[in-house]
């Protein structure tokens, strides 16, 4: 009867080590998934928590229209909404062997801290031809808080025709005007960062579904 033996010359760790490599073409796969349904996923929720703020209600057709003067609010709501969803990048680091095991990470950023992918738009801007002057509304709905704004007026809520709405103007008083304080944003509290954060379950949530199944 002839006798076989067999002699293992790797160790328990190389062998290990050599298994874990030969999935990285597996894992690189997965991570490619995960940032496909990322990018399609998240603006969604995005614009759902944007939408159903009450500044985004208030611009649409409330007090923050008139206030501001935004004559036509639902296509500029519609093209800074696009501003921001079109600003999400995704990108995932390339899975590697490291110290026995396979690292990778996904990278998620939207929104830039100063705002400039949107205060930089036509649509940041109330124009008024007619009395040639142009006001940054966006700039002080997310940036000025309650400061004092225009000096010397308040806005007169009802029907007027010089009207940019068709519903309300600035008068000449002795105070100032400020945008409405529950409306007033800072750069890290405003109009998106509250929207974005009262959503904030719910991005988790995505997130954690589409990585983990």
């Known amino acids: 009867m002839m006798k076989l033996s067999l002699k293992i010359t790797e160790s328990n760790k190389e062998i290990s080590n050599r298994i874990i490599k030969t999935l990285i073409p597996q894992v690189h796969k997965y991570m490619i998934k995960n940032e496909k349904e990322i990018k399609s996923g998240l603006p969604v929720i995005i614009a759902k928590a944007i ?114 709405t068709g519903m309300a103007i600035m008068s000449e008083d002795s105070s100032s005007w400020s945008v409405p304080s529950k409306f007033a944003g800072t750069v890290s509290d405003n109009w998106i960062t509250r929207s974005i954060y009262s959503y904030s379950g719910e991005i988790s949530n995505f997130l954690k579904r589409t990585i983990e199944k």
């Open 51 to 164: 939408e159903s703020s009450p500044e985004y209600s208030s611009i649409l057709g409330g007090q923050l229209k008139y206030e501001l003067g935004i004559p036509n609010s639902p296509a500029v709501l519609s093209s800074l909404i696009d501003i921001w969803i079109n600003s999400l990048y995704v990108k995932y680091d390339p899975p590697r062997f490291v110290a026995g095991q396979i690292k990778s990470s996904l990278n998620i950023s939207m929104i830039k801290a100063d705002f400039s992918d949107v205060l930089g738009s036509s649509y940041a801007y109330v124009y008024d031809l007619k009395r040639k002057y142009t006001l940054p509304w966006l700039s002080w709905l997310l940036l000025e808080g309650q400061a004092p704004i225009i000096q010397g007026h308040k806005v007169v809520m009802g029907p007027n025709p010089a009207s940019r």
